[in-house]
């Protein structure tokens, strides 16, 4: 899906992000975007050098590949407050980079309409919709940040509980084969910003 690339591995998911988010708020307290920072795994970094290099590609026009490919699916982050979804723009300041061995990609998104956190709780998750990619916040701290977010501001981050049903068909998905485009969200973690 980001660039077409297919590893070795036989089951869902084939290759992992890890996430981390940065959430922006304004003086008036709203939050008004996220800076989303994706490291890709180890040996899918290994496929996006070596396509590249086989092609003559510069990362940058592997950077824009990705960023625009995942455009189409709302940059794999869903946010919503009171029930509503919450839109953003188009990806702005994308960056590319290798940090030991790995790519990280980032981007920064404006939200349509800043959303107000103390008003409801705002809520979101991020994943890749067919699950051939796992996306998960990154084990090293801080991976959530509130940046310039009022006292009391703070957030929750819930594990994904499929049931073994849903683990067993993803794991009975071979290379070739996609996962419904819900399945992702069904092994996404839930994080909640609330701010009292």
């Not at 050098?49 to 625009?68: F, P, Q």
């Not at 994308?94 to 349509?112: C, G, K, N, P, Y």
Request: with cysteine; aromatic share 10%; charged share 25%.
């Amino acid at each position: 899906m980001l660039i077409g690339l297919a590893g070795g591995v036989r089951a869902h998911p084939h290759h992992w992000i890890d996430v981390f988010a940065t959430w922006q708020f304004d003086a008036a307290g709203l939050i008004t975007g996220v800076h989303l920072r994706w490291l890709f795994d180890d040996y899918y970094s290994i496929l996006l050098l070596d396509d590249a290099k086989a092609s003559g590609e510069k990362l940058s026009t592997v950077r824009d590949r990705i960023v625009n490919n995942v455009q189409q699916y709302d940059y794999f982050l869903h946010i919503e407050q009171a029930g509503d979804d919450s839109k953003t723009g188009t990806a702005e300041q994308a960056t590319i980079v290798m940090q030991d061995h790995r790519i990280e990609v980032s981007f920064q998104l404006r939200l349509t309409v800043p959303l107000d956190p103390r008003r409801e709780d705002v809520v979101y998750r991020i994943a890749e919709p067919t699950y051939y990619f796992e996306m998960l916040h990154a084990e090293e701290s801080p991976s959530i940040i509130l940046k310039d977010a009022p006292t009391g501001c703070r957030t929750h981050l819930a594990l994904p509980r499929p049931d073994a049903a849903l683990i067993a068909y993803a794991a009975s998905l071979g290379i070739d084969e996609r996962g419904s485009d819900d399945l992702g969200m069904q092994f996404a973690e839930t994080v909640t910003i609330r701010c009292e």
